[in-house]
């Protein structure tokens, strides 16, 4: 049995200073030139052939010296639009922006799980193809790259996905056997009235009581129509009309958000906005559409590959606080690839001792270091793992 931990503790300090590299010079959205050029740097340095499916991604390809099985790894790079309040010594440098969602102890420990992989790649019985992605904040950069045909060429027959958690310590790993994500879908509601004086609404089709009663129709519909048991987050978060006292504007517009664990509770929801958008407006003499901005499906965990986790965690060597059947209610466009793909995310905690609260997305937390090395090893001993209990498969 490889001991990958012993030999990721031994780059710790190098693989720590990458990090706080990348997290003086965050990057956001899909335009990550420095980002990339650090890794790619050490991909080469290494000896590991990679390409760029997309702009400012990264997939590095290594191929095992055994046939086998494909597996993809991945990692997302891009920060936040945050101003660092975080008090570290290596507090961003770029104004704000800010890596508020450990990305980049991502990035770090796929590149140190890279070099280790690469160390033993003789051995390795199959091809692990590694992904740096941008753009996971916006939902941009993933959907392209499965276009882009990463999941071909070898084709991948499985995927792994590993994000922080900093809302547990060191050492702890949730992951789920069912939907581990939500599906999230952005949307706005364009109201088309008829504006005009404040003191003669009578003469209007007044888009702003029309987005009230829109809002209205839709919470309704979200507590009188779907079941308790069925999770739905559903939040109008936007409500934008007018600039001034006395005049009734032509226009507004609503902005929103929506997450589901099950597909088909989502589309119903969906469904029902649609209509409600389309008879509210009707029934007060306005027109009103609708438009998706973001539409992400759920990150759905393979069976089969959780239950394999259950075993390969439990022969690591380190005491870990396993957490199985958890999920939050955030979003992650690795949906795009669960899809398609056999896939589990694992969320491992990064929370340091001693602080009470922590919060993703927010200018003032933290992330202890210690878990760079415990990500980059258990990315080793999790791919190693499954390529091996797949050789012979067809």
């Known amino acids: 049995m490889k001991n990958f931990l012993t030999e990721a503790q031994a780059l710790a300090d190098d693989l720590i200073a990458f990090r706080h590299d990348l997290h003086q010079h965050p990057e956001v959205g899909m335009d990550l030139p420095r980002t990339t050029s650090q890794i790619t740097d050490a991909l080469t340095q290494a000896g590991i052939a990679y390409t760029s499916p997309i702009p400012s991604s990264i997939l590095a390809v290594i191929e095992g010296g055994k046939p086998g099985k494909t597996l993809l790894l991945r990692a997302d790079m891009d920060a936040l639009p945050i101003q660092e309040d975080s008090g570290v010594a290596y507090a961003s440098k770029e104004a704000g922006k800010m890596h508020a969602c450990g990305h980049d102890i991502h990035a770090t420990m796929l590149l140190g799980a890279a070099l280790l992989l690469k160390k033993h790649q003789a051995d390795l019985p199959g091809t692990l193809k590694l992904l740096w992605q941008p753009g996971e904040e916006i939902f941009a950069g993933m959907k392209p790259l499965v276009e882009a045909g990463i999941l071909t060429n070898p084709q991948v027959d499985a995927a792994y996905d590993m994000h922080v958690d900093v809302t547990s310590p060191v050492g702890t790993i949730v992951y789920s056997d069912a939907a581990f994500t939500t599906a999230a879908t952005n949307f706005s509601i364009d109201i088309q009235g008829s504006g005009g004086h404040g003191a003669f609404p009578h003469t209007t089709t007044d888009p702003v009581n029309v987005a009230v009663q829109i809002y209205q129709a839709i919470q309704a519909m979200q507590t009188r129509e779907i079941s308790p048991a069925d999770y739905l987050a559903l939040s109008l978060c936007s409500i ?12 507004a517009r609503i902005m929103g958000t ?4 099950d597909k088909e509770v989502h589309q119903k929801a969906l469904d029902r906005i649609a209509e409600l958008v389309q008879t509210t407006a009707h029934s007060f003499h306005a027109k009103a559409s609708l438009q998706f901005a973001v539409n992400v499906p759920a990150i759905v965990s393979n069976a089969q590959m959780a239950e394999a986790a259950d075993t390969y965690l439990a022969s690591f060597p380190a005491d870990l606080d396993i957490h199985k059947g958890g999920r939050i209610s955030a979003s992650d466009d690795f949906g795009f690839v669960s899809e398609q793909v056999p896939s589990l995310m694992l969320m491992l905690g990064c929370k340091p001792e001693g602080v009470e609260h922590n919060n993703f997305h927010n200018p003032h937390v933290v992330m202890d270091d210690q ?8 990315w080793c001993h999790l791919a190693f793992n499954w390529l091996k209990d797949q050789e012979g498969r067809d």
């Open 258 to 261: 929506m997450r589901s664990y």
């Open 371 to 378: 878990v760079i090395p415990l990500g980059a090893a258990l």
């Open 240 to 251: 934008q009309a007018g600039d001034t006292y006395n005049i009734i504007p032509h226009t």
